[in-house]
Each structure stands twice: as C-alpha cells, then as structure tokens.
C-alpha cells in the first residue's frame, strides 16, 4: 500500500490497512506506517518509519517487519518488549525501543510514546505531529484512561484513532470514551471487523459529541485531513 498523492499544506493521508491498528500515514515529507500486520512487504515503498504499540500478533510481525525494513531502509520505533524481540533482526541503528514520555524526530516530524491501557507487557500509544503541526494520536488497542482529557488539552488533536472491538474489553462505547475524553477534530473508529460497531460509535457521537466528527474509513482507501484553523 503505497500512496502516490502528497498532502496538501496543513493536511496529512491516512490508510486504514486491517482489522485491526494498521494504519499509513503520510504527511508532506515522510511516510509512517503503524502496527503493520495482514499486509504484504512489497507493497511497501519510500516507508521512513514504522511505528510498534505492542508485541501481540495482530500488532507486531516480526518477518514481515525484517522485510519492509530491508527493503526501504526505514527505522523502527517500538515498545521496550517488540523493540526486543526485534533485536537480532533490525540493525541497532534502525531500531529504536520507546518508552511513554519519549520521544523522536523523523526528519521534521516528531513521534511521542505516551502510556496505553491494554493487557500487553509494555504497551504504549503514539502521538504523531507533522511538520505543519498536524496532530495525529494513535491510541492503539487502549481502552480510556483518565489522562487522555490532559493529552486532549494540551495537543489540540486533529485526528484520534479509537478502538471499537476486537481488545479485551474494547466496544464502541469505550472508543467513544476515548474521544470524548480526547476531544479531537475527527475520530475513526478502527480495530474491528465490522461496520455496525463502527456505526454505533458514530452515533454516539453525533448524539453526545457535537464537535467531533467521525470518519468511517474504508479499509485501503485513501483519506486527507485538514489541520483546524
Ligand atoms: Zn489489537
């Protein structure tokens, strides 16, 4: 899944690649590609960055991660336990372990680990701020946690991606949850199989949220969204 489109000015692309938390995200200058799983390698080009949230199966593959990154050369920012099942496969200098607090540039483009809710061993999410200052924050499989309202403040976030099914105790009522407390421009609920779970979380919002609006993606499509003003 390439995208041959550049951003516009104050706009990043986006491409929901699964089920579950794959998502390619590009931004005028570089192209980042999160929790990558159900995809084929070469379909992979110009990647600069590969984000991990955490090591469970539908996040973390490790041959298909060996792969892209031999193919474009990109380096991989992951949490402490995928970082380590990575080791002997990723050149040290391509690999990048992250810790809730840290973060990282690519190019102009900065990358925040913040904390997670969800069972794994060292979960993180990702906070992702363009070089035009877009704000994108990737909540991986986390269920809300109170600290999202003060991430929400501070971050004035442009596009937060919710989980709606699928994790342990993710529903459409917790990816609400999610959005209510962050309170982005747009929220997309990911991370299911099915439309209808999608659905209620729009509604949801509609209903309870009036300033957020929702993006249903299509998976493999091609989304744009603008910075607010
Ligand atoms: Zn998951």
Redesign the pocket.
């Known amino acids: 899944m390439s995208i041959n489109k550049t951003p516009e000015k104050n706009s990043i692309l986006f491409v929901w690649l699964n089920n ?2 794959g998502i390619l995200l590009k931004t005028p200058s570089k192209t980042l590609v999160i929790d990558p799983v159900d995809v084929k390698a070469k379909s992979f080009q110009n990647v600069d960055a590969i984000l991990i949230t955490h090591e ?1 199966y ?2 973390l593959d490790p041959p298909l991660l060996t792969d892209i990154q031999k193919a474009t050369d990109c380096t991989i920012f992951a949490d402490s336990t995928s970082a380590k099942k990575l080791q002997l496969a990723i050149p040290k200098d391509k690999l990048q372990a992250m810790k809730p607090g840290m973060d990282a540039k690519i190019g102009e483009v900065t990358v925040k680990a913040e904390k997670s809710n969800h069972p794994a061993q060292e979960p993180v999410t990702f906070i992702v701020t363009s070089e035009d200052n877009v704000k994108v924050y990737h909540t991986s ?1 986390s269920l809300p946690f109170p600290e999202l309202a003060k991430l929400g403040l501070k971050e004035n976030f442009d596009v937060v991606f919710c989980t709606v099914g ?2 342990p105790g993710a529903t459409p009522q917790t990816g609400f949850e999610i959005a209510r407390l962050t309170k982005p421009q747009i929220a997309v609920p990911y ?1 299911t199989a099915t439309l209808d779970s999608q659905k209620e979380f729009a509604e949801m919002l509609k209903k309870d949220l009036r300033k957020t609006g929702c993006l249903i993606p299509e998976q493999n499509k091609i989304y744009q969204i603008t910075k607010r003003n």
């Open positions: 579950y938390a469970h539908d996040h499989d699928i994790a991370h």
